[in-house]
């Protein structure tokens, strides 16, 4: 290194690319009829998921999210991502789920419309990503281990 500094105002003049680098953009992907795309996931569910500027008509599995998901909380989790959005009742929802139960398909849809919704609108990423609904639970169930009555659970133990 021939170059020395002798001062601060030196050293403020040195630009490096590595810090001058730019944070990724984020662009908008719809195919030919308009909609986004998005796959999402939960346990052992995954829902794929198209979203398109609407009435706020969401449908899973050809069925009405009133039907399918019967319980409200299911509803509200399903919900979530568009209300943080501030984009309730303005978006189409078709969605197909399969695999888990109820609550992980619940999970895999909110995941999916969060997901499609960055990629509507790439703005929206921020919100979404502070809400935490552009993260994947990984959350997943242990599986039985030999000797065990369950992943964990022993058998009862007697000493005769």
Not at 15 to 37: F, L
Not at 88 to 96: F, K, L, M, S
């Amino acid at each position: 290194m021939s170059d020395t500094m002798q001062s601060f105002d030196q050293l403020a003049s040195v630009k490096t690319t590595a810090a001058v680098s730019e944070a990724p953009k984020y662009v908008k992907k719809i195919d030919k009829q308009g909609r986004a795309y998005a796959t999402g996931k939960r346990k052992d569910a995954v829902a794929r998921v198209w979203i398109k500027p609407g009435a706020g008509k969401i449908l899973v599995n050809t069925r009405e999210v009133e039907v399918y998901f019967a319980r409200p909380v299911l509803r509200m989790l399903i919900q979530q991502p568009l209300v943080a959005a501030a984009r309730a009742g303005q978006y189409d929802v078709v969605c197909t789920v399969a695999g888990g139960g109820l609550s992980g398909q619940a999970g895999a849809v909110r995941h999916g419309i969060s997901k499609a919704l960055t990629a509507f609108e790439p703005d929206l990423r921020g919100v979404l990503k502070k809400g935490g609904f552009l993260t994947r639970d990984s959350r997943v169930v242990e599986r039985k281990k030999y000797g065990k009555a369950k992943a964990r659970k022993s058998f009862q133990f007697s000493k005769r």
